[in-house]
């Protein structure tokens, strides 16, 4: 398995009766695609939304047009509206999230390697910002690790 934090996710989402929707940018599938490589994991894993568009963050999701045209998609506010929006739209217990530059340039003034993650749980929104380094793949790759890891000890 690509993602040991993906197994040890779906195993205590399953534990607790829990599911689990994805609502990803810069990942572009990937934390859907580490959770549903777990077997067993089609009891807890609801779906993903991969709204790459800055558009799609505010026309399925919900996320505030006023925020994103203020700000761009790479903010905090964003990816907690980003978790909160697919927690809704799926009908999950946890909504995970992830925006954020990866490269080769700089997003909406937002350097390369700033990402946020978030996890919407029915008790409330976890916000992290991570400043992560290396080329594109590395950064998609540790924004997955990031987010299950936050998932993980929130749940755990």
């Known amino acids: ?3 040991p934090a993906a197994r040890d996710v779906v195993h205590v989402l399953t534990e607790r009766g829990r599911t ?3 609502a990803e940018s810069l990942t572009g599938g990937l934390v ?3 959770l549903t490589e777990v077997p067993g994991s089609s009891a807890v894993v609801r779906g993903g939304v991969v709204a790459y568009a800055t558009e799609v963050k505010a026309a399925v999701l919900g996320v505030d047009g006023e925020l994103l045209a203020r700000g761009g998609a790479v903010q905090g506010e964003v990816a907690a509206q ?3 929006g697919v927690r809704r739209v799926l ?3 946890v909504g995970l999230a992830t925006t954020g530059v990866a490269g080769p340039a700089e997003q909406d003034g937002q350097p390369v390697g700033r990402v946020f ?3 919407a749980r029915p008790e409330g ?5 991570l400043d992560l380094s290396g080329d594109r793949a590395a950064i998609r790759e540790q924004t997955v690790s990031a987010v299950l890891a936050l998932t993980h000890s929130l749940e755990g």
Do not use: H, I, N, S
């Open 125 to 129: 929104t976890t916000l992290r910002q």
């Open 20 to 22: 689990v929707a994805t």
């Open 82 to 84: 980003l978790a909160e």
């Open 91 to 93: 009908g999950a217990d």
């Open 117 to 119: 993650v978030a996890v």
């Open 1 to 3: 398995m690509r993602e």
């Open 32 to 34: 859907c695609a580490a």
